[in-house]
């Protein structure tokens, strides 16, 4: 059987990918610490596993949509959470977010501006419907951070036209990076946005796990036009594997919300049902499950601290984490010593990490970074939640008073991964 071109160019996502591998290293009894993959490890709420038993008759097909009670706590959701007014109406519920985000590219003309870093799934997604894909480059020295700048630039060199419509995705907190834009930054991105017809795909599925008390922020504040929504209940909620994602569309983008259900009834139908009237509790306002995302958020941040304040002090770059569960650390400081061990780039540097010091991660090229800086992705996932959760609620000043007890206790892999980091960096040096 003959494939299409882009089919055959496309891989398995880096990210299931290397989760993939490190499930059949640990089979055999490879004892790998996995800094690889993003899945936020805290058990399902109580309440929402109640739900999902109660609803575990429902086996209609449902409205492509999303029904309509579990938009309506979507819609009380965003106004509770991020003081944004959007009907049930304008809520589309799918099967996760990354199938909302594919649709969108599919449904919205013009070529795709994303800057690198970003997650992995972006590009390939527009690859496959051949749509033209701009990186726009950011550095360390500014937080991985897309100015207003390199915007305009971007859009000067890649589109003569400012009328014709292009797409920019944005993801804040930031998956690889952890990093995340205050207000102003927004504001300025959204100007230079609406000044070149651009509709910008806002990936905030990290938006509530925001540190040090700083609250998370929308782009559709100062452009509600313009932008679309995209999130879900994988990462603040843990319940990746529930599949349920959402999106939330313009009130007067009538066409683009008709198309987006039209794409959703041809390709996948609509989300699982008991899913779907889980998901009703996992939107609750209520203090048990605000309170559970909140707990969640605090043991992100203790755990994100602690890995970035270890690498730090062994002399290895690394941006300050503002949210989600990312680190994105570099090398290039040590390029030289590493090009004498065959290290040039960063697929090399993981493909060594991985091999000689058991330490998954993923190289800052699927990312979108050029081949020869020498990054990498660091997920910090790798501890069981519920303990984790547990000891964190029972004294929380502890564990915030004395974060390297409370993580070496708690979270082993996570200090041992940091122990072999920390070797593998000393000895390059
Ligand atoms: N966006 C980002 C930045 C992500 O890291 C993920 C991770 N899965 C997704 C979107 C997709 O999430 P989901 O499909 O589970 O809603
Ligand atoms: N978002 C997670 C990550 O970046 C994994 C899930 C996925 O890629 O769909 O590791």
Redesign the pocket.
Known sequence: MRLSTEAKELKPSATLAINELVMKKRAIGQNILHLGF?ESPFPVHLSVQEELKKNVDKKSYLPTQGIYPLREKVSAFYKYHFNLDYLPEQIIVGP????L?FDLLLALEGPLFIPAPS?VSYQHQAKLMKKPVHYIRTIAQQSYLLSPNDLEEAFQKYSQQKQIQKILLL?YPN?PTGQSYDPSQLKELASVARDHNTIVIS?E??GLIRFHGNKHQSIAKFYSEGTIITS?I?KDRSL?GF?L?VALLPSLEQELLKSMISIGSETWTATSAPIQYAAIKAYDISSEITSFISDCTAVHQLIATYVHKRIENANIRCPFPQGAFYLFPDWNKYSKKLSKMGINSSYDLAKTLIKKWNIATLPGSEFGMLDNDLCLRIANCDYDGSLVLNKFRENQKQAFNDPENFVKSFAPRISAACDQLIRFTESIK
């Open positions: 993003g996760g977010s990354k199938v985000v997650w993801n998956n990936d599925i990290y879900g994988s990746g599949r994602g």
